[in-house]
């Protein structure tokens, strides 16, 4: 059987482009959230450290 609608065929190929980048961007983007939540927690055990040593190393009074 031969295509004759060739316009549609490119238009079906279009719409799977799209929905693959669209997917593509939402795992990126859950990836990134997943990320930004780990440096956040690596942010305050670093803070926490931090001040843990400058209370140790401050004299005791």
């Given at each position: 059987m031969i295509r004759t609608d060739y316009c549609s065929s490119d238009s079906d190929?279009?719409?799977r482009r799209l929905t693959y980048q669209k997917r593509k961007l939402?795992?990126?983007n859950v990836i990134r959230d997943g990320l930004e939540r780990r440096?956040?927690?690596i942010?305050?055990?670093i803070v926490t450290l931090k001040s843990q040593i400058?209370?140790?190393e401050s004299p005791s009074q």
């Open positions: 190929f279009s719409q939402n795992m990126l440096i956040s927690a942010d305050a055990s400058e209370r140790l």
